[in-house]
């Protein structure tokens, strides 16, 4: 079926304003969100200023519709896990956490200023930081039903705590450090501190493993 001019154009509108918000994320993640103008978004979208006006009439949009696919990933990512949790299933969701942290990191870097500027955003990773503590918990005190970590209900409560500390600031830890602004240089850090908290815990069996998943992300 012939699509009729007035759905090319709502086709047309969509693409262009996923364009914009892949401009906005490039650039909010590269050069942080207040760094970033309207017009260099416009730019690398290559549009006029006032064709991203017509999609998004001021910055504070191009934010609270980040936000909204920041949640809509958080989502798929935080899910309960089962009763019994492998370490390999610890890993993958580690994996995928990272992923979404590296692609809205700029909500991370620009915290203090984006919590102040827009409540949405307070709110959004008030709620993600909770959740996230929570089902690495879960995730902690599974693995310790299962026996592949020796750690109480109590201590899993500590250490989802550090955890999740960890995930979420080292890359701004880093930066202090050694003005790090490689992404993925910065993840498998993250990646080997998490687990590297992990391997006191473990089991006998499973030590040895989680020390070799462990060195799979030494600096290179």
Request: proline content about 3%; hydrophobic content about 40%.
């Amino acid at each position: 079926m012939r699509k009729t001019d007035g759905q090319d154009a709502e086709s047309q509108k969509r693409d262009t304003r996923t364009r914009i918000l892949v401009a906005s994320l490039l650039l909010f993640n590269e050069h942080g969100e207040p760094n970033t103008t309207t017009n260099a978004i416009a730019d690398e979208t290559d549009i006029s200023p006032g064709n991203l006006h017509y999609h998004f009439r001021k910055k504070a949009d191009l934010v609270e519709a980040l936000l909204d696919e920041f949640q809509a990933d958080v989502r798929r990512v935080l899910v309960p896990p089962s009763e019994e949790i492998s370490i390999e299933d610890f890993w993958v969701f580690l994996h995928l956490l990272l992923e979404v942290l590296a692609a809205y990191r700029f909500l991370l870097r620009d915290m203090e200023t984006l919590v102040g500027q827009y409540p949405r955003v307070r709110d959004s990773l008030r709620g993600f930081v909770q959740d996230l503590t929570a089902i690495m918990q879960l995730y902690l005190e599974g693995m310790g039903r299962a026996g592949n970590l020796r750690i109480s209900d109590r201590e899993a409560g500590v250490i989802s705590r550090n955890l999740a500390v960890i995930a979420l600031f080292s890359e701004r830890f880093d930066v202090l450090m050694r003005n790090e602004t490689n992404s993925g240089v910065s993840v498998m850090r993250v990646a080997r501190s998490v687990l590297s908290v992990l391997i006191p815990y473990a089991e006998t069996s499973t030590a040895a493993f989680v020390n070799e998943l462990a060195d799979q992300y030494r600096d290179k």
